[in-house]
């Protein structure tokens, strides 16, 4: 195993606790259990990786030429595996569609290094997990498990619009424990719960991802909307309130923490919050229309009237 940090989970409420320490793939399954993995999904992952040793083997990685051509292999084998990249939150529903996301990407390229003896890290980003080996100079290389190529620091943090703040608390772009990796499919799974509307029972994991990664505001964001949902308003506002102190980059928290001010009849603060949304994002349409929603219940209908005119004209940009 290639993770620093402690590994112990204990259990709490129906979140699973996770019973072997294998791979962390295997790791992750055994977790998804309560959700679907079954028997026959780990069957699968113990094939693949056996296929990996054949196909690859076990290589000493000394440099980036090194790490590149290993890291091709496995991206070789997982595209003939027929995997391709989408959103899906759970791991073995990806093994069932081979369509996985950038978390189970990463999970699998560990899982293969772990059984090679390479070792391949998890690095968070928002909304985005890559990889990262490092060298004995302590110098490292970054691996687009999506895209199957190595990419420098500068550009997730360009293309994904990171804060310096973020970087410099550890929220994101820092190499991640075993047990931090661990909080990131926790996360994951409580926001597979929440599309389903199952927001009572999602919170108890955004609980253990953050005891896992204290600093993961993903999960303080996903913690606070089910809050939200659940009409919790003032665990919803503290919960936005610290996601964005961790990540002030991200308009959709702005946009949820302007709706817990409107629900509370605080005006003021909503529309500042909406307004803050609108300029990280101008392409989202939503917190046009909720300022809309503010001006129609203080009263003003025909600022309400420009402001969902604004929304609606936003929304068939589609500038996404």
Do not use: Q
């Not at 709490?12 to 992750?28: D, Y």
């Not at 059984?115 to 928002?126: D, E, K, M, Q, R």
């Not at 990419?151 to 703040?165: M, N, V």
Request: aromatic share 12%; proline share 4%; net charge positive.
């Amino acid at each position: 195993m290639f993770f620093s940090g402690h590994e112990t989970i204990r259990a709490r409420s129906a979140v699973p606790k996770p019973e072997r320490r294998e791979t962390i793939a295997h790791l992750f399954l055994e977790m998804e259990r309560s959700l679907g993995a079954k028997d026959a999904h780990r069957a699968y992952l113990d094939g693949l990786i056996e296929r990996a040793r054949r196909t690859i083997g076990a290589v000493p990685i000394r440099d980036t030429a090194g790490a590149a051509a290993v890291l091709k292999k496995i991206d070789t084998l997982l595209r003939d595996e027929g995997f391709r990249f989408k959103s899906n939150y759970l791991l073995f529903r990806g093994l069932d569609s081979r369509t996985i996301d950038c978390d189970s990407y990463s999970a699998l390229y560990i899982s293969i290094g772990e059984s090679l003896g390479i070792p391949i890290l998890p690095v968070y980003a928002p909304n985005h997990s890559f990889l990262r080996i490092y060298f004995d100079d302590g110098s490292y290389m970054n691996w687009e498990a999506t895209e199957g190529k190595s990419l420098p620091d500068a550009h997730f943090i360009e293309k994904l619009r990171i804060e310096g703040s973020s970087i410099r608390m550890g929220v994101y772009m820092k190499t991640l424990s075993r047990s931090e990796f661990i909080g990131v499919e926790y996360n994951n799974m409580g926001a597979f719960l929440m599309t389903a509307g199952r927001y009572a029972d999602a919170v108890p994991y955004f609980d253990r991802a953050l005891r896992l990664y204290p600093v993961f505001s993903s999960a303080y964001h996903n913690r606070g909307s089910s809050r939200y949902a659940m009409g919790r308003l003032d665990a919803a506002r503290d919960d936005l309130t610290e996601a964005i102190r961790l990540d002030p980059g991200r308009a959709s928290t702005r946009n949820t923490l302007g709706d817990v001010y409107f629900d509370r009849r605080e005006y003021e603060r909503a529309v500042k919050e909406y307004l803050e949304s609108i300029r990280l994002d101008p392409c989202f349409y939503v917190p046009y229309a909720s300022i809309g929603l503010v001006m129609r219940a203080r009263g003003d209908e025909a600022a309400a009237r420009e402001w969902l005119g604004k929304a609606e004209e936003v929304k068939k940009k589609k500038c996404y």
